[in-house]
């Protein structure tokens, strides 16, 4: 990656820290019920990165927060942490199988529902007994919801970009 690809990749980390804590602040119904405004960085970087770097985008994106809002060595940060993983390597298969059959929110929404599925998992194998099939619904319309909104975002981001040249698709 060259010198600039890795300055806008640290850019992409530091916009979604930010994004990920003003997220944090905002009252939600449920602990995994969040917007997901850190997801724009992600899909952008999927875009334009590909798997490997999304993947480390959502990480260092995820511990950052946590260390900042003081959810480090938590449960939140274990469900966070999961979530995170399982977004960027659904929209990095995403991106691999369907590299022109799916839109900037389709990808968005797809590593939201995956975000909410492995974060329903862990809190799973933590509290066994939770009765999360009485949330998967809910949570899975949410995650169509937040995804396709984020997704919305981040593809009006990468547009208005685009004319810059700040942002090129990545060879997947």
């Given at each position: 990656?060259?010198?600039?690809?890795?300055?806008?990749?640290?850019?992409?980390?530091?916009?979604?820290?930010?994004?990920?804590?003003?997220?944090?602040?905002?009252?939600?119904?449920?602990?995994?019920?969040?917007?997901?405004?850190?997801?724009?960085?992600?899909?952008?970087?999927?875009?334009?990165?590909?798997?490997?770097?999304?993947?480390?985008?959502?990480?260092?994106?995820?511990?950052?927060?946590?260390?900042?809002?003081?959810?480090?060595?938590?449960?939140?940060?274990?469900?966070?942490?999961?979530?995170?993983?399982?977004?960027?390597?659904?929209?990095?298969?995403?991106?691999k199988a369907l590299p022109d059959g799916l839109s900037i929110p389709g990808l968005s929404v797809a590593g939201a529902v995956a975000s909410l599925w492995g974060q329903l998992i862990v809190a799973g194998l933590l509290l066994p007994g939770l009765p999360l099939q009485n949330i998967v619904l809910l949570l899975t319309l949410w995650g169509v919801i937040s995804g396709a909104a984020v997704g919305l975002l981040a593809q009006k981001t990468m547009g208005r970009n685009r004319d810059s040249g700040a942002l090129r698709k990545a060879e997947c």
């Open positions: 990656m060259s010198v600039a690809g890795n300055r806008d990749l640290t850019i992409l980390i530091l916009t979604a820290t930010a994004l990920g804590v003003l997220d944090s602040l905002i009252p939600r119904p449920l602990p995994f019920m969040k917007i997901g405004l850190a997801n724009v960085a992600a899909v952008i970087a999927v875009v334009k990165y590909g798997f490997l770097k999304t993947l480390e985008l959502n990480l260092l994106r995820a511990f950052a927060v946590a260390l900042i809002t003081g959810l480090l060595a938590t449960p939140s940060f274990l469900l966070s942490i999961s979530g995170a993983a399982v977004s960027a390597v659904v929209m990095g298969l995403c991106i």
